[in-house]
């Protein structure tokens, strides 16, 4: 199965256009986004966005190619919005999986937003790493995590993934623990935009799974059988 992955797109509207252009082109059987969907920080804003841009957007895909489109928050998307994807769930436009998973042809999708603790503004979303290890173990048991895409928007600490322009690692080591522990079949993550240019690399290995972090709003095509010969377009600015 080939699906098109995305990331810390912050509302950008060209980013989206070429992500669903992208998808039609290579007939990517899903799209998943994973997470700070929205611009900027005002909840108000960010809500017409998602409103009048985005589910459009996402519902003209779904509807007019049949595949599916996982989608989760950010830390930088406000969570008095989140109603608006759960609606949009509900009628069947896109799946919204926050600690939820979803099967598809086969595969689990299960996704999770939040995020460690950090200097950053908004809080929407950050937890301590214990309750983050407690969330995830509790997604763990709504799907077979062997056969699981996990979509998590911060990466796990202390790899290629999380690395801040000062060279600190700050991902999740609950995320990192969990990985460690079940082997998902794949994980995608995003949250630390520069990590990719920090370390010349969008994915590493944790055991035997594969985890990619392509920066913000950079397209990578992946292949499920084969994770690790993945395509990258790089987002324009
Ligand atoms: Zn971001």
Known sequence: MKILYVTD??????AYRNLFELGREK?????L???DISPGFDCSGQRRFIQKFLIPRISDFTESTAKPVFI??????CKSNM???EKADKKGMLHFVHQKA??????????????NTTPFLMKDWEKEEKLI??????LSKRCDMKRSVCLFHAPPFATLLD?????????SLAIREFIEKKQPLLCLHGHIHESMLMTASIADKIGKTVCINPGNRNIVEIDLRKPESMEMVIGEE
């Not at 979803?102 to 939040?114: L, T």
């Not at 690395?163 to 991902?171: A, F």
């Open 163 to 171: 690395v801040l322009y000062d060279g600190r690692h700050v991902g």
């Open 9 to 14: 797109i912050h509302g950008n509207e060209k």
């Open 72 to 77: 989760i928050m950010g830390n930088d998307d």
């Open 33 to 35: 986004i994973g997470g």
């Open 83 to 85: 109603e608006l994807l």
């Open 27 to 31: 007939g990517a059987e899903a799209i």
């Open 102 to 115: 979803v099967a598809f042809r086969g595969i689990w999708f299960a996704g999770y937003s939040c995020i």
């Open 133 to 138: 290890a407690r969330d995830l173990e509790a």
